[in-house]
Nanobody
Framework: EVQLVESGGGLVQAGGSLRLSCAAS????????IGWFRQAPGKEREGVSC????????CYADSVKGRFTISSDNAKNTVYLQMNSLKPEDTAVYYC?????????????????????WGQGTQVTVSS
């Protein structure tokens, strides 16, 4: 079974940087996608970024484009989310999730319902 473990969250001042890690295991197939999502207090969970193992294609929410970068180290089965120029509104619990992409996934790669496996989350707090 696919298992995901996030790490790297913490407290940072506005304008600072953090790198989140998602250690993944248990994949049966080589083609899978990993997404990063976040949920702020009182708000719905939203998609942040994604990456597909097959071709390395990536996606980003408009709110993080130019500030966040997703990458993967296949040898370590780990996906990273480098977050720069952090803002207080980036404060949230960040989750990584995984899926074996269905035909619908490329059309909505940050849709929560597209993902089948979830980690426990890591808190990111950005102070002003």
């Amino acid at each position: 079974e696919v298992q995901l473990v996030e790490s790297g969250g913490g407290l940072v001042q506005a304008g600072g940087s953090l790198r989140l890690s998602c250690a993944a295991s248990g994949f049966t197939y080589d083609d899978y996608a990993i997404g990063w999502f976040r949920q702020a207090p009182g708000k719905e969970r939203e998609g942040v970024s994604c990456i597909r193992s097959m071709d390395g294609s990536t996606c980003y929410a408009d709110s993080v484009k130019g500030r966040f970068t997703i990458s993967s180290d296949n040898a370590k089965n780990t996906v990273y989310l480098q977050m720069n120029s952090l803002k207080p509104e980036d404060t949230a619990v960040y989750y990584c999730a995984a899926v074996y992409p269905r035909m619908s996934w490329p059309h909505q790669p940050l849709k929560i319902a597209e993902y089948d496996y979830w980690g426990q989350g890591t808190q990111v707090t950005v102070s002003s």
